[in-house]
């Protein structure tokens, strides 16, 4: 069985950052194409980026050019680095296969906040 932990959400300012951190046992994420979602307030979740074969990356447009995604496959963790961020990211944050290439979804993890606020 799969486990996910979500972390490093939290409170920032506009314009900053956070890096967000997918922590996987029971599977390794090397071998399956990942994403990181996001559910803010009364909308759907969402695939905001990707990440294939541990190198090969995708982005929705909100987020492009602001976040990076990547794995250490040694510690079977992906992480989110943030930057410039503005208070519509404001969300829950989580990880879980890339359900665009037909993989089953994972169970979800308990996500983590980010909430970007002055």
């Known amino acids: 069985q799969v486990q996910l932990v979500e972390s490093g959400g939290g409170l920032v300012q506009p314009g900053g950052s956070l890096k967000l951190s997918c922590a996987a046992s029971?599977?390794?994420?090397?071998?399956?194409?990942m994403g990181w979602y996001r559910q803010a307030p009364g909308k759907k979740r969402e695939l905001i980026a990707s990440?294939?074969?541990?190198?090969?990356?995708a982005y929705a447009n909100p987020v492009k050019d602001r976040f990076t995604i990547s794995v250490d496959n040694a510690k079977n963790t992906m992480y989110l680095q943030m930057k410039s961020l503005k208070p519509e990211d404001t969300a829950v944050y989580y990880c879980?296969?890339?359900?665009?290439?037909?993989?089953?979804?994972?169970?979800w993890g308990q996500g983590t906040q980010v909430t970007v606020s002055s």
């Open positions: 879980n296969i890339d359900r665009g290439y037909g993989y089953d979804l994972w169970d």
């Open positions: 029971g599977r390794s994420i090397s071998a399956v194409p």
């Open positions: 990440i294939i074969n541990g190198y090969e990356t």
